[in-house]
């Protein structure tokens, strides 16, 4: 597959398993080459439910943002371990800064906090961020899915179908 039709699916211990299975399938039945970018290349992770155990394909520090389409946050415990790494945030920085679409599911928002690009955005996620989201200076709304600016957030697994849409034609319109 070539490059423009590449996802970035930022993985770290603790993903939420169904997300991330639904988030993956969901791509490649787009057609779409779904990436696992995580802090470590050919380092495993385990999911939250300890249903899936994944090999990064590339850590975040080795690649550049502008080879992928979008780069999707999964919710879980991993978005706690992510914002922590620089790398992954600088990824996340620097794709939207080239126009490329960014996707957070749950607490996936906590990531795009860390890398200082909600303030002034509305998003949506799951409901224990919600308050982090303001003091962050973004504006929270309880809907499925929300696209601000590049900035694609859901609040849980139920809203994966949407949320993958939305993200497919933001993407679309991206390049």
């Not at 997300?19 to 999911?47: D, S, W």
């Not at 620089?86 to 490329?100: F, K, Q, S």
């Not at 996936?108 to 303001?134: E, F, H």
Request: hydrophobic share 45%.
């Amino acid at each position: 597959m070539n490059d423009v039709a590449r996802v970035a699916l930022l993985i770290e211990d603790g993903f939420d398993d169904d997300e991330v299975e639904r988030i993956r399938t969901a791509f490649q039945n787009a057609l779409h080459e779904v990436r696992l970018v995580a802090p470590f290349t050919h380092r495993t992770y385990q999911g939250r439910q300890h249903r899936l155990t994944l090999a990064s394909d590339a850590a975040a520090a080795t690649i550049c943002a502008a080879t992928f389409a979008a780069l999707i946050i999964p919710g879980g415990y991993a978005p706690d371990r992510i914002r922590m790494r620089h790398a992954m945030l600088d990824l996340v920085r620097d794709a939207l800064t080239r126009g490329i679409p960014v996707g957070a599911i749950g607490p996936g928002a906590q990531v795009l906090i860390s890398a200082g690009v909600i303030a002034g955005r509305t998003v949506t996620c799951w409901p224990s961020i919600a308050i982090d989201v303001k003091n962050a200076g973004g504006f929270y709304v309880d809907r499925p899915v929300v696209e601000d600016r590049g900035v694609f957030t859901a609040r849980k697994v139920d809203d994966v179908a949407p949320f993958v849409q939305a993200v497919l034609h933001g993407a679309a319109r991206s390049h």
